[in-house]
């Protein structure tokens, strides 16, 4: 693999299973990077040639697949950590484009905030009420004493790779029906009195391509994967779930009756997918996690 002398020493994992065209616009995007990241593995669950040669096509040779035969993103995004070749990784998904400056920023907050994970805004591109997972959060803040999930924006972040793994990395029974690996992790690295922080200057653009039936379901893997999460660790004796559990349920009721109210669609608000997916997730999650005993 080429490298020009001013590429920055980072890594970019960008977890795909066959998604080509946002993959393309992606990659567009980082090939005008300027300084260039070092280092662009695409980590392909979908095992489509094409793909393969949409990274050959850009990202100026610095680009390359890496096969994962694993299905979900916890599992890709721990692929592309292993395979990763520089301590400092940022990652994000085939469904979002990056400015110019988004390598050079990260470089700079991982050697301003040596070992912590840094994350920043998603931002919505196209109708914002189909843009799931998005912040625009214009202050700085330092997240390390908290102790929950939700802050951890796994399609924007700065990672130090070795303590991540460390760690164990994301938790790959999260499968394809539990979208919520990111919160999980993002609570277990708080938990063990690891550094947070959001940092706006981070930026993506996440982009509209969901239909309303799409983002139906994404919503309800989303209160499925939660569900999973706090099965997971109320199996290990931490009884924070049962408050997370109560705040959710809390939120579903008021999704159902802003529906009512308001007349908003289902796929316009996320909480409606928590009654669907909380409760099945919650089950799933007891019964593998059962299994440690």
């Known amino acids: 693999m080429s490298r020009s002398p001013e590429a920055v020493p980072v890594t970019v994992v960008i977890p795909t299973i ?21 280092e662009i593995l695409v980590v392909d669950q979908s095992h489509d ?11 100026g040779g610095r680009a390359r697949v890496v096969s994962s035969d694993g299905v979900g993103v916890a599992r890709a995004r721990n692929d592309g950590l292993r395979a990763a070749t520089h301590d400092v990784v940022l990652v994000t998904d085939d469904d979002c484009t990056v400015p110019p400056g988004w390598v050079s920023t990260g470089e700079r907050l991982a050697a301003a905030y040596p070992g912590a994970i840094v994350t920043g805004k998603v931002l919505p591109v196209g109708d914002p009420r189909a843009v799931p997972s998005t912040k625009d959060d214009p202050s700085p803040r330092d997240l390390s004493g908290e102790r929950r999930g939700g802050w951890l924006f796994g399609n924007n972040m700065v990672l130090p790779r070795t303590a991540v793994l460390e760690l164990g990395g994301f938790d ?32 993506v653009d996440h982009h509209d391509w969901r239909s309303p039936d799409d983002l139906e379901r994404l919503y309800v893997r989303y209160a499925r994967g939660e569900g999973f999460f706090y099965a997971k660790h109320l199996r290990r004796g931490d009884l924070r779930m049962l408050r997370f559990v109560a705040r959710d349920l809390v939120w579903a009721a008021r999704g159902v009756a802003s529906g009512v109210v308001k007349r908003r669609q289902s796929w316009t608000d996320s909480r ?9 997730g919650f089950v799933a999650g007891w019964r593998a996690y059962g299994k440690e005993r």
């Open 18 to 38: 066959g998604r080509l065209e946002p993959l393309r616009r992606c990659l567009e995007s980082l090939a005008l990077s300027d300084p260039p990241p070092a």
């Open 172 to 203: 790959e029974r999260f499968g394809p029906e539990e979208a919520a690996e990111d919160n999980e992790f993002c609570y277990r690295w708080l938990k063990t009195h690891h550094v947070l922080r959001y940092e706006p200057a981070l930026a």
């Open 272 to 280: 409606r997918g928590i009654l669907r997916g909380m409760p099945r």
């Open 49 to 59: 040639p094409a793909i393969e040669a949409a990274v050959v096509e850009f990202a």
